[in-house]
């Protein structure tokens, strides 16, 4: 600095280029230099100052979103704590499993739960249980009974998996809220409510479920629901591969609330008691499932299909039934609303066996109401077997065109004495004809068909004989078939009561009336007060 209190040049230079000082003789090369130096520090002091600030603020400052964006699988991985469980673990309150957790239940691990404790899923369960050496969910209590597995939405998309599980003495079993984890081969012994209960759009895979005793332990209830092997509701959706439940106080597979799903190779045995509810071996209520290789013996119903809500459709969908030993319905099908007449197909039926409804097999014989009844809805039945029924083996009522039997046999069905109930297949009070085509009927106490009251019947080539009163009883009803054939039955081949529209086409009887005591019982074809009476083959 001058006298003048003004600083030189040689000052200004230091200052502008830090310790590269310089006079009037330096030569403008170094000049340059001096100054490219100069910038160089700078930027080191500012770089070095940036990254200090930004060590000191990390701990207090969350990282930028596009980061962790793009990293989310890393941080969910790095941020996972795993909880192994090993020997015998005893859970005396509420287990949680996180989010970002998974809990690991090794081999031969046996987890014993307090009366009213429960496991919540929130993230990833799995459990690595095999077949020699299964893990066991207990109650560590004789009096009191856990409350099993609950997974929950959070669950859903994260892998949870168990394998070989026992789950022993819960009122719940598994229940689930919007997951789907995969379980193989679990097996749940006397549940008190449900084995299984899914709710929220729940969509498991599930393989080799066995489910014993539920609801038979349990003392007498103010409710309906106990006694479920599993129960399907609220939208959900499992695949179900492979599955068996026995001795069931209300239901093996219980479906509601707009569900669907896919269930192959299901057996069931045994399903009866409950006085709440009615007991079904499989009850599909305003939901759409298909069902294949579906096995139900001794079952109070095998199959109920009820329409219930009328802002949504039902319609189960079965392929190759077996079911056996009913005591009221192998099958029924109906509209909880009898009164509402705008029917549609609401259960789908290829390759249906039904086998001894009523019979000496059944829980209490004799007390049958139908081997399949369809009361105010529709339905498509074809391939059908219906044998060894205590009472009538086809039931139709408030039935119309949207009701088609294809291919169907009944043998030996009907209750002696009973009217319309003593038929191998009755129908009564349907006024848009349901369809029968290529139709057996033998064997029946009474008619083959009995057609009552309005019970409206279209089709072709109906095969009735050996019946041992008519084969076609037609009672104020109108009746349109094309090929009839009715041989060998006691009384005539076809009756018809006052009738004013009935339509018989390429109609042949051979050998009926062996059992008549009158004219009209013994004759093919008979009459009584029909309105009106033509032939165009003037025989």
């Known amino acids: 600095m001058n006298a003048s209190g003004t600083l ?23 000049k340059c230099y001096c100054f490219g130096i100069g910038i160089m520090e700078r930027q080191k002091a500012y770089f070095a100052l940036s990254l200090l600030m930004l060590l000191l603020l990390m701990p207090l400052t969350p990282m930028a979103s596009s980061f962790a964006e793009s990293n989310n699988e890393t941080f969910a991985v790095s941020g996972r704590a795993t909880t192994t469980w090993s020997g015998t673990v005893t859970l005396t309150s509420d287990y949680y499993v996180n989010v970002q957790d998974e809990l690991l239940i090794t081999s031969c691990t046996n987890v014993v739960l307090s009366p009213g404790i429960r496991i919540y899923v929130e993230g990833r369960l799995t459990v690595q249980g095999t077949p020699v050496c299964p893990i066991v969910l207990s109650s560590s209590s004789t009096t009191g009974d856990h409350e099993g597995i609950q997974f929950n939405s959070s669950s859903y998309g994260r892998g949870s998996t168990v394998n070989h599980m026992h789950i022993e003495d819960a009122i719940f079993g598994i229940t689930m809220y919007g997951s789907n984890p995969i379980l193989n081969n679990v097996t749940i012994f006397n549940p008190d409510r449900v084995g299984i209960d899914m709710f929220g759009s729940s969509s498991p895979v599930i393989r080799d479920l066995h489910v014993e005793q539920a609801g038979r332990s349990v003392p007498f209830q103010n409710d309906w629901r106990y006694g479920i092997g599993l129960s399907v509701g609220d939208g959900s959706t499992p695949i179900v591969q492979g599955a068996y439940f026995t001795d069931h106080q209300l239901r093996g597979l219980n479906l ?15 399903i009866s008691g409950s006085v709440l509810g009615e007991v079904a071996g499989v009850w599909v209520e305003d939901s759409v499932p298909l069902f294949e290789d579906l096995t139900i013996d001794k079952s109070d119903t095998g199959i109920i299909v009820r329409h219930i809500d009328d802002s949504g459709n039902t319609r189960g969908v079965f392929r ?14 109906d509209k909880n609303n009898h009164t509402n007449y705008t029917n549609y197909e609401t259960a789908d039926f290829t390759n249906l066996t039904v086998r ?3 019979s000496s097999g059944a829980t209490s014989p004799g007390i049958a109401l139908a081997a399949i009844e369809i009361n105010a809805t529709g339905a498509w039945l074809e391939n059908v077997v219906v044998d060894d029924a205590s009472s009538v083996g086809v039931r139709l009522f408030f039935v119309d065109s949207s009701t088609t039997l294809r291919n169907m046999t009944i043998r030996d069905a009907g209750e002696a004495g009973q009217g319309a109930h003593s038929a191998g297949l009755s129908i009564q009070t349907s006024y848009f004809a349901a369809n029968l085509e290529d139709i057996e009927i033998s064997g029946s106490p009474g008619p083959g068909i009995h057609s009552s009251s309005g019970g409206s019947l279209q089709g072709y080539d109906w095969h009735l004989h ?74």
Do not use: P
Request: charged share 15%; hydrophobic share 35%.
């Open 8 to 30: 030189d040049a040689r000052t200004v230079g230091f200052y502008r280029f830090g310790s590269c000082s310089f006079d009037e003789h330096t030569t403008g090369a170094f």
């Open 256 to 270: 509601w609330g707009a569900s669907g799903g896919i269930y192959r190779d299901v057996v069931m045995d045994n």
């Open 320 to 333: 190759d039934v077996n079911i056996s030993n009913s005591m009221f319905r192998g099958v029924y099908l």
């Open 356 to 358: 001894g409804t009523g």
């Open 466 to 539: 050996n019946n041992s009163e008519q084969g076609l009883f037609i009672d104020s009803a109108t009746v349109v078939v094309d090929g009839l054939t009715t041989t060998d039955n006691g009384f005539s081949g076809a009756h018809v009561f006052d009738a004013r529209y009935v339509t018989l086409s390429n109609f042949t009887s051979v050998n009926d009336g062996s059992l008549g005591s009158t004219a009209m019982e013994q004759a093919g074809l008979s009459y009584q007060k029909s309105n009106d009476l033509e032939t165009t083959s003037g025989d």
